[in-house]
């Protein structure tokens, strides 16, 4: 994850020209900040169940740092700190489960069935879950990238891309979401006719969608490993051919 120094590359030409004295505790090094927050996504969402709750702990009081630190410092416009962005707001879907979990066990509150109550709220952990692991693929390709393709790819890592595929990857998911929920609603009326039909769509889709999105989490795993392995390899390459020249001069 070293190609988050680029993040900070113009904000860090900027403070070597203010003084030391005006820097105090508030001046944190959100770099390697994000780096922790995102070694503990990584584990909460490629390694471990994100419903284990020490690492949903630590994911949620990261979030809460990062959206403080992303408002309050300078931080470079780069894309990946637009993928970080998302990245923390994915967890803003847990708020609205959690809601929903305490209205119905413990206030028992029950606007609607027991069987869409669960439903959505196992479906706002999903887009919880699928947005995380879509957003966290999309920043180790840009690892990948910038190891490998650092000149070919430039034209691509650029801060509207990014939020044009972070658009990309909330909309899709949602529609996942929606057509899964199909399965905890009851079947409307014979006498709406289009809401009729395209409930029976989304009900027939509803096991391909499922299907789809479980497959497509298990290869983006490999790939990050994939990834980051190449980005590990490279700059190890560097490391010893910059240290081989060091010697022979």
């Not at 994100?50 to 309050?72: E, K, P, Q, R, Y």
């Not at 079947?187 to 999105?213: D, H, K, M, N, W």
């Not at 990050?224 to 490279?234: A, D, H």
């Amino acid at each position: 994850m070293d190609h988050l120094n680029k993040l900070c590359e113009t904000s860090s030409q900027k403070q070597k020209v203010i003084p030391v004295q005006s820097k105090g505790p508030h001046h944190t090094d959100y770099l390697r900040v994000l780096k922790r927050y995102l070694v503990v996504k990584y584990i909460q969402y490629m390694i471990l169940p994100s419903t284990n709750i020490v690492v949903l702990a630590a994911g949620a009081f990261g979030t809460l740092h990062v959206l403080v630190l992303l408002l309050s410092q300078t931080v470079s416009k780069k894309s990946t700190a637009v993928f970080i962005s998302h990245l923390a707001a994915a967890d803003a879907m847990l708020v609205p489960a959690i809601l929903l979990e305490v209205c119905h066990q413990v206030v028992d509150i029950k606007f609607a069935s027991d069987g869409f109550i669960r439903g959505l709220i196992h479906n706002l952990l999903a887009v919880n879950t699928n947005v995380s692991s879509l957003i966290l693929s999309c920043i180790s390709l840009e690892a990948f990238l910038i190891t490998q393709f650092p000149v070919e790819s430039r034209h691509i890592r650029t801060v509207r891309q990014a939020r044009k595929t972070s658009v990309l990857v909330w909309i899709t998911v949602l529609i996942e979401c929606i057509i899964l929920q199909t399965e905890c609603i009851a079947a409307p009326e014979p006498e709406e006719v289009c809401l009729s039909a395209l409930f029976q769509y989304f009900l027939l889709i509803a096991p391909t969608v499922r299907g789809l999105f479980d497959n497509l989490l298990i290869c983006f795993r490999f790939l990050n490993v994939f990834f980051y392995y190449k980005v590990y390899t490279s700059k190890s390459h560097s490391r010893h051919s910059s240290n081989r020249t060091g010697h022979c001069s």
